[in-house]
């Protein structure tokens, strides 16, 4: 659906008067602000702001890096423009902040770019205005971190010269199946009306529909509990994976059987990266705290999940050692650096941290992934890493840490190729049959 500015100025919401005329400003354009901007852009006048004037030019151009959004997509967006301006952002009445919320090294949140942001939402805002927030936070940061800034630097009082909202966002980077518009969005508002305006707003762009939470408060922590379940759920998973490898037998042998019971939850042993569930629990284990609860169970999940890295590494070395290939001075192949299989994405990745404990033994790491951008990955980690496989090899073990399909697609042949006789290729997704590996996780 692409309608008019015409059109567009009759959308409002009875009982709220606020805004008739929606001008929609997306700050952030990531995985999650671009998307966003796109869809927005093809209801309602829509402004896609980021600081990045290379990430400016660059989807001015059409072309998006994170590979979320296609040059059709933009073109189809026949509302939305780009800047890098603050001053642009001037003229829209519903601002929509979709900024990183990441941690820092001592696995606290990091709302720093969160309040950056809504101090120039406070330069910008004006009355009548409602700003929404998509970045994953604890339960009442947004009312609690971000609105007072607001006010502080606008001099408007909240709820009664601007409104807010809360919407927390859903992309699943990578996955062509289910785009924005076709998951279903929470939503939330400051006020009983704004709520009614948000949940409005967003089943503009939302094909499958929308849910409106009572609070603002809840829908923080609807998405917080999204991710720390699954966090959780993975953990478990990885758990009995190093029980059965200590006790000689394969689990994902165990899964297979157990899940042919209707209603075992299906999840494989691995690496748990990316920016939501291996950041956003530390948001909800915070919070917690701050009250006076220690929430074990959480806690403990995180710390098995970071911790497969170097199991994943230990057993590897075992394996060699097991068939007396010797482990200082051994070279290894690193087959996917991203996140997750089929995605560029690289945040948070936790193959980084194989890669130094491998090196922290003497080993020399040779990383290939055709989905990742090398000039990010070195800019990001100082990393050099390959587009495509080697052609000749002789490393003593090759490690699947993320199985893109246009390499494993052709099967386990081509990555023992590119071993020395004897040595270990490490399935850690377990893509291949148990017979064609010489480990899984």
């Not at 059965?244 to 394969?250: E, M, P, R, V």
């Not at 956003?280 to 915070?286: A, E, R």
């Not at 194989?354 to 080993?363: E, F, H, N, P």
């Amino acid at each position: 659906m692409n309608l008019g500015s015409d059109q567009a100025r009759d959308f409002s919401v009875p009982g709220f008067a606020g805004i008739k005329d929606v001008r929609v400003g997306v700050i952030g354009l990531g995985y999650v602000g671009l998307p966003l901007a796109v869809a927005f852009g093809k209801v309602f006048p829509t402004l896609g702001f980021d600081t990045n004037e290379g990430r400016i030019a660059e989807l001015k151009s059409g072309r998006d890096c994170t590979d979320e959004v296609t040059a059709a997509d933009i073109r189809g967006a026949t509302n939305l423009r780009f800047a890098s301006a603050e001053s642009d952002l001037a003229n829209c009445n519903v601002l929509i902040v979709a900024v990183p919320t990441p941690i820092t090294p001592s696995r606290t949140p990091d709302l720093r770019p969160l309040i950056l942001a809504s101090e120039m939402v406070g330069r910008i805002i004006r009355k009548g205005a409602v700003v929404i927030y998509e970045s994953t936070v604890y339960p009442g940061a947004t009312e609690e971190d971000c609105i007072p800034v607001v006010e502080q630097i606008s001099g408007l009082k909240y709820n009664a010269d601007f409104y807010a909202g809360y919407s927390p966002e859903r992309i699943n980077p990578g996955d062509k199946e289910r785009p924005i518009n076709r998951i279903v969005k929470v939503t939330s508002g400051s006020t009983p009306e704004v709520a009614d305006f948000v949940d409005s707003l967003y089943g503009a762009i939302i094909e499958v529909g929308t849910f409106k939470a009572n609070s603002i408060r809840i829908a923080e922590a609807s998405k917080i509990v999204e991710n720390t379940q699954r966090d959780v759920n993975i953990a478990l998973i990885n758990e009995l994976s190093i029980i059965f490898a200590q006790l000689g037998i394969d689990t994902n042998d165990v899964l297979d059987a157990a899940s042919t019971k209707w209603n075992f939850i299906h999840m494989r042993p691995g690496l748990v990266g990316g920016h939501c569930i291996g950041v956003d629990p530390y948001y909800l284990v915070h919070k917690s705290m701050t009250v006076g609860f220690i929430p074990d169970i959480i806690r403990s999940a995180r710390e098995i999940n970071d911790g497969m890295a170097r199991n994943a590494v230990v057993r590897l070395i075992k394996k060699m050692i097991s068939r007396d290939i010797a482990v200082k001075g051994s070279r290894v192949l690193m087959v996917g650096f991203s996140f997750k299989e089929n995605c560029p994405d690289t945040r948070n990745t936790k193959v980084i941290d194989m890669v130094a404990d491998l090196k922290s033994y003497g080993m020399d790491v040779d990383i290939v992934d055709t989905w990742a951008e090398p000039e990010r990955v070195l800019e990001e980690y100082g990393l050099h890493i390959a587009s495509s496989l080697p052609q000749t090899g002789g490393y003593e073990a090759v490690v699947v840490a993320v199985p893109h399909t246009d390499i494993v697609g052709g099967g386990a042949e081509g990555l023992r190729a590119l071993m020395k006789r004897g040595g270990v290729l490490f399935d850690m997704k377990a893509v291949f049959k148990a017979e064609d590996s010489d480990l899984r996780l």
